[in-house]
């Protein structure tokens, strides 16, 4: 059925991603935030599903986007 359930991911033009998705830039992946309380983890992950966060090479081009950011933050 589309479009999906808004109640079913996260509506990203008005909540902040921050909250809810972990980035990890030397993998390239998108993971639901670890903190979630079972509902909310559960949204995040049909919002990664739904998005298609890590499908059909993503991962790699977002870690190869962040290259050298992680270095630069440090300095």
Do not use: C, K
């Amino acid at each position: 059925m589309w479009p999906p359930s808004a109640r079913r991911f996260y509506q990203t033009d008005t909540e902040d991603p921050d909250d809810f998705l972990v980035f990890d830039p030397q993998g390239g992946s998108v993971h639901p935030n670890a903190d979630l309380p079972p509902q909310a983890h559960h949204r995040a992950q049909d919002t990664i599903r739904i998005l298609n966060l890590q499908g059909a090479g993503l991962p790699y081009m977002r870690s190869a986007a962040a290259y050298g950011y992680p270095q630069q933050l440090e300095q």
